[in-house]
């Protein structure tokens, strides 16, 4: 036979589409002749996987060579296709079909001598791969750790394409799955660090409990960058599912490092305030990356002096902040990117900000400019709001206050109770029930409400406001231990959005 075929996977945001790979040999001039939309980096795997089967002691076919990658209207990008098109050359040039080749899905970039490199979104490659029935998947043995994640599929790692060529034709043995070590998650800054700040917080205890968004403004260090670097502290480890959905981002992006590749806690992200649209949300050419609020899935993006970073950057989060997912489209297409995030944002008041307020030097215009770069719809999506205040000397002889562990303990009891309250909806957290669920099956009472109502009927607060707060009061009772909110809940909740209850 002069036809080979060998089977790879196209990754598209996290989602996996199988990419068929044939390789015809026919009589003509020599040349290799690539077709299926490749981009730059697949266009040059001609040369890589020439110089692999020549290098690792094969033959190249002297003939017209005529590589097809389908389906052929999918655009497909980078080096994750080498080993495939490798073995499809193998099989042409040596007029055999080896069965496990029909079976296994190959994923790898090659060296010029023959040695196989890591590739980028080996997981939701090999998640993909599972999900449609295939038996088997090779990878590059630096990423069969990440690989051996998923179950139901054989797992095998590659060093060279020599110990492919003789897996495949059965006279030799590849890396089997792995065991990945349990990651130890690295120790967190303790709550109790920080000094005074007992409205603050409590708001950053109630956010972790019900993964809601939170503002924080004040003078210079006052304590609003520790407290956000301390809320990840208190936050439940990943379910299984959950893991598997941030590490096939992190994949994507090619963060994942070392032997434990799984993330099993919650991410923190924390982009510098100069971050740009594309680095916030995701960007790039043919199919977009996934930015910060992506990586962050599950965790807590911070935004740090947030009134210094650009206006359309921070306008970009508002229908992620809403949905959960960001839908980029590029030229190739659609990227799908979850990023079900806590949003902590944090700011001086004004630009000169003075330790002491009442030394600032800006007029009333410059304030509000300042923080006016958050808009009100964005702002909307906040669900508490906190002032702080510089702490006086007598914070310093006080007791410590709470450590992580003591509100740790806390935080994980009210996610626990809204957890078996909300699995019948298939949500986990407070901060995910849809607005028509929230207000059909968890309103509270009229009493309970009535401060709520009269705020809407007045006008200072949306519909999507209302909700927002009524999220927050379900927190609040969990915390306390009681089944539903009551007028005191929802009251807290309010003050937390500034809004006047009478």
């Not at 052929?72 to 073995?87: E, F």
């Not at 990651?183 to 409205?199: F, Y």
């Not at 019900?210 to 439940?236: C, D, E, I, S, Y």
């Not at 995030?341 to 030097?361: E, F, G, H, Y």
Request: glycine share 10%; net charge positive; charged share 20%.
């Amino acid at each position: 036979m002069t036809l080979g075929r060998a089977f790879s996977v196209a990754v598209r945001g996290v989602e996996g589409v199988i990419v068929e790979i044939e390789a015809d040999i026919s009589s003509g001039l020599p040349g290799v002749y690539l077709v299926g939309l490749a981009d730059a980096a697949l266009r040059e795997s001609r040369d890589r996987v020439r110089a692999a089967i020549t290098n690792g002691g094969f033959v190249w076919p002297m003939s017209r060579l005529t590589l097809a990658l389908s389906p052929a209207t999918l655009p497909k990008m980078g080096s994750v296709y080498d080993i495939a098109l490798a073995a499809a050359v193998l099989s042409a040039h040596g007029e055999r079909s080896w069965p496990r080749l029909e079976k296994t899905v190959l994923l790898g970039e090659l060296a010029l001598d023959g040695r196989v490199r890591p590739v980028k979104g080996v997981l939701p490659a090999v998640l993909a791969a599972a999900k449609q029935g295939w038996p088997a998947v090779a990878v590059p043995i630096e990423n069969l750790a990440e690989a051996s994640l998923v179950d139901g599929i054989e797992v095998w790692g590659v060093r060279n394409l020599r110990q492919l060529r003789a897996w495949l034709a059965g006279t030799g043995d590849l890396d089997a799955r792995v065991d990945s070590p349990q990651h130890q998650p690295e120790p967190t800054a303790d709550l109790s660090d920080v000094v005074g700040q007992t409205q603050a917080r409590f708001a950053v205890e109630v956010a972790a409990a019900g993964a809601h968004n939170l503002m924080m403004t004040g003078p210079p260090g006052v304590g609003k960058t520790m407290l956000a670097q301390r809320l990840p502290g208190l936050l439940p480890p990943l379910l299984h599912a959950e893991s598997l959905e941030v590490t096939a981002i992190h994949s994507v992006a090619g963060l994942l490092t070392g032997t434990a590749p799984l993330i099993t806690r919650p991410p923190f992200v924390a982009p510098h305030h100069t971050a740009s649209v594309a680095a916030l949300v995701g960007g790039g050419a043919g199919i977009a990356r996934p930015g910060a609020v992506s990586q962050a899935h599950r965790g807590v993006l911070f935004l740090d002096e947030f009134a210094e970073i650009n206006t359309s950057a921070l306008e970009a989060l508002r229908t992620p902040l809403e949905d959960g997912e960001i839908r980029l489209a590029r030229r190739d297409g659609v990227a799908r990117y979850q990023c079900r995030i806590q949003l902590v944002l944090a700011a001086n008041l004004c630009p000169c900000a003075p330790p002491d307020p009442r030394d600032c030097t800006c007029d009333g215009a410059q304030k509000r400019r300042y923080i006016g770069k958050l808009s009100g719809p964005l702002v909307d999506r906040v669900d508490l709001r906190v002032e702080m205040h510089a702490s006086r000397s007598g914070s310093f002889t006080e007791d410590d206050g709470e450590s992580t562990s003591q509100v740790r303990k806390r935080v994980w009891d009210a996610r626990r109770a809204a957890r078996e309250r909300l699995r019948p909806h298939g949500i986990a957290t407070n901060a995910e029930i849809g607005g028509a669920l929230l207000r059909r099956r968890f309103q509270p009472n009229a009493q309970a409400m009535k401060p709520l109502r009269l705020a809407v009927d007045r006008g200072a607060v949306s519909i999507r406001g209302m909700d927002r707060t009524m999220r927050v009061a379900w927190t609040l009772a969990d915390l306390a231990g009681r089944t539903s909110p009551d007028k005191g809940d929802v009251m807290t909740a309010m003050s937390f959005r500034q809004i006047e209850g009478h």
